[in-house]
């Protein structure tokens, strides 16, 4: 099975390459259309910022080549924020896979919730393959300062200042705001979960 990683300027590929060789994966990192047409899976992840990220992918046309893509593909944070039709970070236009905008936290002074998010929160309404033998409020690691908002694709749910999208599905696509590569043993599941359809 091939698996590619989608490499753009964000970071954090290293830790996901890692969780995926724990699972006996070897995922290849790379910008090449071909390589990314022909994989079995797509990984599509990220850290950063969204207009800076979406000029490099519109610059080498990744934003069309992932958006056209037939098999299984995952988004993880950023990778998932691209996916949604727009983001509020910079006003940013994005791939548009999931009908859904993507909102900067607004934190009630009286409640002194920091923003970002940064540590374990539990999800909840978990309606996908990929939480196949995950438990209901398994608690997954999230850095952001942005989320998807709640739509008819929302496949889990999480509360931080508001419920938002913790994960998004429509057809081929799936995508998570939090790290499963990160997340322990349920986060490892998540991403054999993804591996296995």
């Keep these: 099975m091939k698996t590619v990683i989608v490499k753009y300027n964000a970071g954090n590929i290293r830790s996901l390459q890692f969780a995926l060789e724990r699972l006996g994966v070897n995922g290849i990192v790379t910008d090449d259309h071909e390589e990314i047409r022909t994989a079995d899976k797509v990984i599509f992840p990220g850290v950063g910022e969204a207009s800076t990220a979406m000029n490099y992918?519109?610059?080498?046309?990744?934003?069309?080549?992932?958006?056209?893509?037939?098999?299984?593909?995952?988004?993880?944070?950023?990778?998932?924020?691209?996916?949604?039709?727009?983001?509020?970070?910079?006003?940013?236009p994005c791939i548009g896979v999931f009908d859904t905008e993507v909102k900067r936290f607004q934190s009630p002074v009286e409640n002194l919730l920091k923003i970002p998010q940064i540590g374990w929160n539990n999800i909840a309404g978990l309606h996908s393959v990929l939480f196949e033998?995950?438990?209901?409020?398994?608690?997954?690691?999230?850095?952001?300062?942005?989320?998807?908002a709640l739509c008819s694709d929302t496949v889990a749910i999480t509360n931080y200042v508001i419920n938002?999208?913790?994960?998004?599905q429509k057809d081929n696509f799936y995508a998570v705001q939090f790290h499963p590569e990160k997340s322990a043993e349920d986060g490892a599941r998540i991403i054999q979960n993804f591996l296995n359809i």
């Design 164 to 168: 938002y999208s913790a994960a998004l």
């Design 133 to 148: 033998h995950v438990p209901e409020n398994s608690y997954m690691y999230f850095v952001h300062s942005y989320y998807a």
């Design 57 to 92: 992918l519109k610059e080498r046309n990744l934003d069309k080549v992932i958006a056209d893509l037939k098999q299984p593909v995952l988004g993880i944070c950023l990778g998932m924020q691209l996916l949604c039709k727009y983001s509020e970070e910079n006003d940013t």
